[in-house]
């Protein structure tokens, strides 16, 4: 039987900058179009949270009963370690997701955007058959194109869309950096993964590429968000807040161009979550100043 401390990392605290990271981009550009509602930002951020630890625990039990996490290099996985039966971690996906879900429809309901209850599930479905049901799609190299859209347009703009209306402009030019950062985080696990997940047919997307390739991809989806902050700091000066985070960026290139593997690339995985968390807040701000700019 798992232990607490066993759940807790099974849960992935380490990809939770991914569920903070959108929220408060969009709270910042509500609060930018003279909009505070703290109450929806808290239920904004319980869905998005409980939507990433619902994902982690079931692509836990689908990767687990499958036996791709066998042998593996990064934290620990309860189904694959045997530390916890796989129906425990399954009720424990269904019941964060459900919590989820209870939020969602919670947000959904005090902002009378009633179509967004498609959205939401189209989400849950998401996270659960990324390597769930029999054709998983994160197996088919699309868990990138999905992450961006869900942590990106979605994340950011259902958060806006909940609290202030419609996004403007240098929201949806937001929403774009935070997709690309959260498909850098994707890329920079399953770099690290290509050896194990072309042993046991896993075609993510990094091993389609391959590993020089998947290198450049991911130092693209650094990139690109400090030219997405100089545009749009042309456009409203705190905008070019986002461009602090260059020193970080430089230095992660750097390590995962030298040729960073294993466990090394653990720790690129960790930076890469931080500098997420770190541009979102700091465009989040040049956002919310953007009434004084």
């Not at 939770?16 to 003279?34: D, M, N, Q, Y």
């Not at 950011?156 to 949806?172: D, H, R």
């Not at 959260?182 to 993510?204: E, H, Q, W, Y």
């Not at 693209?220 to 997405?228: E, G, K, Q, R, S």
């Amino acid at each position: 039987m798992a232990t607490i401390a066993q759940w807790i990392e099974g849960a992935r605290p380490r990809t939770l900058p991914t569920a903070v990271s959108p929220v408060l981009a969009g709270t910042g550009a509500a609060i930018g179009a003279g909009v505070v509602a703290p109450g929806r930002a808290v239920l904004a951020l319980i869905v998005a949270v409980a939507l990433v630890v619902g994902v982690n625990f079931a692509n836990d039990y689908s990767d687990g009963i499958r036996g791709t996490d066998d042998e593996r290099v990064g934290p620990l996985r309860l189904v694959g370690s045997k530390a916890a039966e796989p129906a425990a971690v399954r009720t424990i996906a269904i019941v964060v997701l459900s919590i989820a879900g209870l939020a969602g429809l919670t947000l959904v309901s005090l902002s009378r955007q009633w179509w967004l209850i498609a959205v939401g599930a189209l989400c849950i479905a998401g996270a659960w058959f990324y390597t769930g049901g029999k054709r998983p799609y994160g197996y088919s190299g699309l868990g990138e194109v999905a992450v961006f859209v869900f942590f990106g347009p979605i994340g950011v703009l259902g958060t806006v869309l909940t609290q202030s209306g419609p996004p403007g402009p240098l929201a949806i030019v937001t929403a774009v950096g935070v997709g690309m950062v959260t498909c850098a985080v994707l890329v920079a696990n399953n770099l690290r993964d290509i050896p194990t997940d072309t042993v046991v047919g896993k075609r993510t997307l990094a091993v389609v590429l391959g590993d020089t390739d998947t290198r450049r991809l991911y130092v693209a989806l650094v990139t690109v968000p400090l030219l997405l902050s100089l545009l749009a700091g042309l456009r409203s000066w705190p905008m070019l807040l986002g461009l602090l985070t260059l020193p970080l960026v430089v230095m992660l290139a750097r390590e995962v161009l030298s040729g960073a593997s294993g466990r090394k690339l653990i720790r690129v995985l960790s930076q890469t979550g931080i500098l997420l968390l770190a541009w979102s807040v700091l465009t989040g701000i040049g956002l919310a100043l953007g009434q004084v700019a």
